[in-house]
Nanobody
Framework: QVQPVESGGGSVQAGGSLRLSCVVS????????VGWFRQAPGMEREGVAT????????FYADSVKGRFTFSRDNGKNILYIQMNSLKPEDTAVYYC??????????????????????WGQGTQVTVSS
């Protein structure tokens, strides 16, 4: 059974860095989308970054472009997002997700959250000013 599990959240001051990890056990889809999403209090969940597993191409939301980097360890089915120059507005619960079968192509954008079949439980990131 596919089950993403995130880790690495925590509290940091503005300007600091965090790296989140996501182990996606049981995931064998070679042409699919994986992504990081976040949900701030009182806000809708939004896409942060996606990666197409077929070619590794990434896409970033404008709000994190140049500060966040999405990478993966294929051999271990682990996804990472390196978050630098963090801002208080980055405070949210961060979720890792995987699409499973995907009929689209690279890059994974635009894409609906409904296209992601597997979701982690989320990890809290808090950035203080």
């Amino acid at each position: 059974q596919v089950q993403p599990v995130e880790s690495g959240g925590g509290s940091v001051q503005a300007g600091g860095s965090l790296r989140l990890s996501c182990v996606v056990s049981g995931y064998t889809y070679s042409h699919s989308c994986v992504g990081w999403f976040r949900q701030a209090p009182g806000m809708e969940r939004e896409g942060v970054a996606t990666l197409y597993t077929g070619d590794g191409r990434t896409f970033y939301a404008d709000s994190v472009k140049g500060r966040f980097t999405f990478s993966r360890d294929n051999g271990k089915n682990i996804l990472y997002i390196q978050m630098n120059s963090l801002k208080p507005e980055d405070t949210a619960v961060y979720y890792c997700a995987a699409s499973g079968s995907y009929v689209g192509s690279s890059p994974c954008w635009p894409i609906s959250q409904k296209d992601f079949a597997y979701w982690g439980q989320g990890t809290q990131v808090t950035v203080s000013s």
